[in-house]
C-alpha cells in the first residue's frame, strides 16, 4: 500500500524546494544585477524605479486577493477556479491598458520624456502575467514548490540573459525593460506546462461573490500595502534625481535579497500549512514560534552583518560609481531585521480568515508613512529612512497586538523568544566591525576577514548557548539525511 505522505513531511519538503527556488533564485537574480549594473549607470536604474509603484500597483488587481481566498478556501470547486481565472485575465487586459494610456502623465509628472514609451513596454508583463496567477495559485495549494522552483530559475536564468545581452548591445534602460518583459513570458509559459490544470468554458459570478468578502479586503490591503512599499520611489524620483533614486534603489534591492528571501520562503509554505491548521490556535502558535525562530536565526546575522560590510561589499561587487549607496544600505538592514516578525504576524492573519484585520492594521500603518514622510522628506533621504524605521518599529508592534488576541502569542513573549538571536547577532556584528578596522591591502581580503570571523562567532555564540532554532534545524537536517536512506515517511 502506497504510504501518503504527513503534513509535517510535505511541510519540510516543501521547504526545502521553496528555499532552494528562493535562495538559488535571488542568487541568480543577484549575479545578474551585479553585472547589469556594472554595465549600466545609476540613473538607468533609477528610471525603472520611477515606475516601480504604476506597474506593481497594477499588477497587485491582477493578483485581486482571489488567489489567496482560493488557498483559503478548504474545498474550491472547478467553477470557483475557472471564475478567477478569467477575472485575472480581463483585470490584467484593463490595467495594461490603462498604464498605456497614462503612461505620458507620468513622464511629464517626472519631467522624463522616455518614461513614455518605457511605462508602455512594461505594462506587457501585467497582461502576460494574468494567464499565469491561477496556475500558480494552484501549485502553492497544492504545497508543490518544486514545479515553481522550476519555473523560477528556468525564467530567471533565461531573462537575465536577455537583459545582459541587450545591456553589451548598448540599449541602456531597455535592457532592464527586456529583462522584466522576458522573465513574464518566460514564467508564464512554464506555468502552463507545469501545471495539469486548463480552463474550462466556466464562469461564476456567485462564485466570485462568495470569496469577495475574503478576497476583497486582502486586495484593498494589498494595494495599500504595495502602494507604500514603493511609495519612496515615488517621492524621492520626483523631488531628487535619478541617481539618487538609483543609488536608493540599488541599497533597496541589496538589503531584500537576505530578508525578503527567507521571509517568502517560509511565508509561502506557512501560509497554506496554517491554513490547514486555522481552527487550533495553540497548534497555530506552536507553529509561529517555530518559524520565527528559523527566520530570524537567519535573518539577523544577515542584516547585521550586511550593515558591517556593506561598503567593502558594494565597492567589490558594483564599483566606485555605487558607493553613493552605502549609507543608504546600512540605514535599510536595520529595517530589514523586523521585515521577517511583520510577515509572520501578518501570516497568520490571512491564514485564520482574518482579513479584516489585516485591512484595519494596513489603513493604520500607511497612515503613519504619510506622516513620516511628510516630516523627514525636507532633511533628505537617510532622514526618509529613519522614518521607516520609526514607522516599522510601531507597525510591528500593532502586527503582532492581534496575534496576542487570536492565539495568545503576546508582543513582549515574541520579544523575549527572539531577543537571545538578536544579542548574538550584535555581538557578531561589533566583532565584524572591530576585524574591519585593522589595515588590510584590499577590500576582499577584508570582506573576506570580516564574514569569517563573523560567522565563526555567532554559530559558536548560537552552539554555545543551545539556542532553540539553531538546534531544531541542526536535528531536522540529520533527520531529512536518515530519511533519504530508509525512504519516505508516513
Known sequence: MKMVPSLKYKTINALSWSFLESVVMRGIQFIIGVILARILLPEQFGLIGMLMIFTVVAQTFVESGFGAALIQKREASAADICSIFYFNVFVGVLATGFLCLIAPWVADF????????????????????????IQDTLLTKDINFKAQTKRSLFAGLLSGAVGIGFAFAGFGVWSLAAQQVSNSVFRTACLWVLSPWRPALTFSFGALQKMFGFGSRLLFSGLLNRVFENIYFLVIGRLFSAVDLGFFTRAKTLQELPSQTLSDVVGRVTFPVFSKSQDDPVRLKKGLKK????????????????????RPLVLILLGEKWAGCVHYLQLLCILGLLYPVHAMNLNILTSMGRSDLFLRLEIIKKILIVVSI????????????YGMIATSVVSCYLNSYYTRILIDYSPGEQLKDLFPYLAAAVVMGATAFAVGLLRFPNNLLMLSAQVVTGTGIYLGLCWAFRLAAFDEIRQEVSNRISFSRVGTPG
Open 374 to 385: 511628510l516630516i523627514t522628506w525636507r532633511w533628505g533621504i537617510s532622514a526618509m529612512i
Open 291 to 310: 518559524a520565527l525562530g528559523a527566520l530570524v536565526l537567519l535573518n539577523f546575522p544577515l542584516m547585521t552583518g550586511l550593515a558591517v560590510t556593506c
Open 110 to 133: 517626472y519631467n522624463q520624456p522616455i518614461l513614455t514609451p518605457l511605462m508602455r513596454v512594461l505594462s506587457l508583463t501585467i497582461f502576460i502575467s494574468s494567464l499565469g496567477v
